[in-house]
């Protein structure tokens, strides 16, 4: 499954997508969830139909305030909790400013062979500047119900593929919960962008411990938990 958030900016170009997923003569399926922001069809959509096994567009209000990918990965995560798909792939409008396709190719390529072992694979290339602020630290408390043990750290932007097992491995209240929080106010400890959901931005740094991952997640060219042609060395 491919999830895609759909907002200021386009989804990808269908056909740069569609180019990376398992060819058609494998067993593998692939639906693309597109989350409408712009209250208006993709102007693509005929062709997502015509190149995956099936295509759904749904729409998200998320009023005054930018909630971006969040609202969009967290009501997928929640609605499809019963029965997920083998893994998902999470991706924000503007997916090709962070993500090499080069990188991602070779993730759907194990996934076409039925070799990728890996529960959680970061799609997205630089890497962010390990922290730790008390915003951070309050907002990782509400979702986690502990504190960090460690500087939080991550690639930049939310774009990721997860399992099946990791999907299930954290209780959907806890989904539950970071949606809620997308619509709450921020903590004291949190200084607000003007028409950008805090929460959010927090988030970023968090899917992958929500995820099962470190809190620091290690540099793919070190992270063992990854095959070794995904620990290509960040240059």
């Known amino acids: 499954v491919a999830v895609g958030a759909r907002g200021r900016l386009p989804l990808p170009g269908v056909a740069d997508l569609a180019d990376r997923w398992p060819s058609s003569h494998t067993s593998a399926l692939v639906e693309l969830h597109v989350y409408e922001k712009c209250s208006q069809q993709p102007e693509n959509l005929a062709r997502m139909q015509e190149l995956f096994h099936a295509v759904s567009v749904v729409p998200v ?3 005054d305030i930018r909630r971006d990918e ?3 990965y967290l009501r997928h995560l929640v609605k499809y909790y019963s029965d997920p798909p083998d893994y998902a792939l999470f991706f924000q409008a503007d997916a090709s400013d962070h993500m090499q396709w080069g990188y991602l190719s070779l993730v759907m390529r194990a996934i076409e062979q039925h070799s990728l072992k890996a529960q959680f694979v ?7 500047v390990a922290s730790l602020s008390p915003c951070r630290r309050e907002v990782f408390q509400q979702v986690f119900d502990r ?5 939080l750290g991550s690639y930049c932007c939310a774009q990721f593929l997860v399992s099946r097992e990791r999907w299930l491995a954290t209780p959907r209240e806890r ?3 970071m949606e809620r929080l997308l619509f709450s106010e921020s903590p004291e400890e949190c200084h607000d962008i003007p028409g950008h959901s805090t929460q959010c931005l927090m988030f970023e740094v968090y899917w992958h411990v929500l995820f099962g991952e470190p809190d620091n997640l290690p540099e793919r060219a070190h992270n063992s938990g990854l095959p070794l042609l995904l620990r290509t060395r960040d240059l």
Do not use: K, V
């Open 61 to 63: 209000e998320d009023g």
């Open 122 to 128: 970061h799609l997205n290339h630089p890497r962010l």
């Open 70 to 72: 969040c609202s969009a």
């Open 175 to 177: 989904y539950e919960r």
């Open 147 to 151: 504190t960090p043990t460690q500087m």
